[in-house]
């Protein structure tokens, strides 16, 4: 039975010459048009064969699909006109027209004409090759994994310390790791790897001394110029120590001030205050009052909250606490907040602000941190919003 086409199904069955893109939706007769463009061409005045064509379709179930539809139509023009040779010989041809996936006509290809490849030193390809699996590639990178990382250990080049410690935060090397896998499964997507991977290196090499000058720096500096920008005003801690009523140590902190034990393994028994009033007595390694800014540095890591960096508190966080009620505590930004060591526990602590030298900390000093009628601020040249960049930045498990 023939079937009678539709216009815009005519049209791309006598559209002829050029590229021609057909989208339509499921069901609605592409693979019929697709078989009545080829019967066209075969039986018309060209009188081409089936295997002139290379015929790819996304899945092999397309593929057999397809070629099933062809021999179909093959059938019953036959039927139609049975003494015709040359729809005879299209029977015989139809089983090895290449209608494939892309996968499988660059396999057949390379598989052809692999006597061709030189590999130089990689060794040789066998005809006999196959494709890795999903799961093969990956148990092969995780194998290999390791070796690359190791040889990179070895012999570092200052560059190379210097990007280990970057990624490698001290800890682990799984930063590292993750780095090296996403850019093995991104350059995958070019021809040649190897070379896209020594043009990136020659364009980072040749970077100006000057960020602004690089592609990055000026993109920024645009912004910046067009008033493109904004500002974000951080609070800051007045941190200081007090010692028989005068001021042995002032500083000022954006992210936070740590109280600690130091390198000794016994506990540090420390009181809190704010406003003078009793918050809490911590027995632990230490503890952490920090900014808004710094509540997603050391003492997220303690377990304290994370607040919006634009919030305005400070907050109490404990390290390590050995006590059941050893919470992180939240306060109002107007708290005169005030540490000390508890009397009777261990002889000395160490003061450390913004990661800064260590302060010696003695019996019956305070600690105080207030906040500061400084504050840092901060140019924004993105719309990134603060819960964007911690996802990116701390959101890896
Ligand atoms: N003009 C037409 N008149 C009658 N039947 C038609 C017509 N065009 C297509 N058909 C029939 O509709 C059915 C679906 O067509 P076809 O398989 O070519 O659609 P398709 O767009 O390739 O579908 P899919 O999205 O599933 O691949 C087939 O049985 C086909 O013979
Ligand atoms: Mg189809």
Known sequence: MSVMLTDSQRAVVEDQGGSLLVSAAAGSGKTRVL?????????????????????????????????????????????????????????????????????????????????????????????DFRVLDEGEAELLRQRVLPRVLESFYTGMTPGQTQLADCFGFGRDDRGLEELVLELHS??????????????????????PEDGGETEFGRALLARLAGGRFSIERRMMLDVSVRREGHSVFTEQALNDAVVTKGAVARVLDLEVTGDRAVISSFAGDGLIVSTPTGSTAYSMAAGGPIVEPTAENIIITPICGHSLHAKPFVLGAGRAVGVRLAPGGKKTAYLSVDGGRAFRIQPGDWVECRRSRQVTRLVKLTGRSFYERINQKLGKA
């Open 186 to 207: 991104k350059v995958q997507s070019h021809a040649y790897p190897h070379r896209w991977l020594e043009e990136q290196r020659q364009s980072w090499a040749s970077l």
């Open 35 to 127: 078989v009545d463009r080829l019967f066209r061409r075969v039986l018309g005045e060209e009188q081409a064969n089936m295997d002139d064509f290379l015929i790819i379709t996304y899945t092999r179930a397309a593929a057999a699909e397809l070629r099933e539809r062809i021999a179909q139509e093959l059938g019953r023009r036959m039927a139609e006109d049975p003494g015709d040779r040359h729809l005879q010989r299209q029977l015989l041809l139809v089983y090895q027209t290449d209608i494939k996936t892309i996968d499988s006509f660059c396999t057949a290809l390379l598989r052809e004409n692999v006597h061709l490849l030189d590999l130089g030193e990689q060794g040789g390809l066998t005809a």
